[in-house]
């Protein structure tokens, strides 16, 4: 055999090889990212930290379970050109769900929510303990906004406190929502129903 022949025939075999791998690895990966990692399994928790680089969130989702190869991920991120859209958060996640879903729910940011109930009477300091038994931010950091004339003037509002303003409803606030957003979520829901004609009306009343 010449050496030009078993060159070329050398050549014919990796090319053959290189194209068997590249199939495999395109079918591999095609039912890797449609695959669940475990059927039928129950919810966990799974936190993304500020911060946290897509190569650190894939390999959690690996050791979590919830994906079965962190490497698949990271490369179906980066195809979907997801690596830096990806939210920080707090997301009910299941093995139960495909890697695309998976990746479809941490760029959409669907973070879990948790209830904050406000019934009507409470005053600032009654609000403020229920916000910090909820989760949210510590008591005297949310009475001390509420007292602040900086805050408050921020909210657009010409008052000594917020006393009257946070509204009583039921909320649902992602795990690490800041104090500043819990109280203006309140303020806002308390312009949604609370009308200027009713605000200047309470006001000749002494209400506010």
Known sequence: MTLKRFTAILVFTLAMAATATSAWFYF???AYRTTPA???VKNQIFTVRPGDHLKTIARSLEAAGLVTSGRY????????KASTRIQAGEYLMSPALTPDQILSTLLKGRVKLYRLTLPEGLN???TADRVEIAGFCPDNQFEALCRDPDFIASLGLSAPSLEGYLFPDTYFFPRNTSCPSVIKTM???FNQVFSPEWQDRATALGLT
């Open 38 to 40: 475990r059927p039928a």
């Open 73 to 80: 991920f990271m490369i179906l991120a980066r195809i979907e």
């Open 124 to 126: 600032i300091t009654e």
């Open 187 to 189: 303020i806002k829901r």
């Open 28 to 30: 591999d990966f095609q």
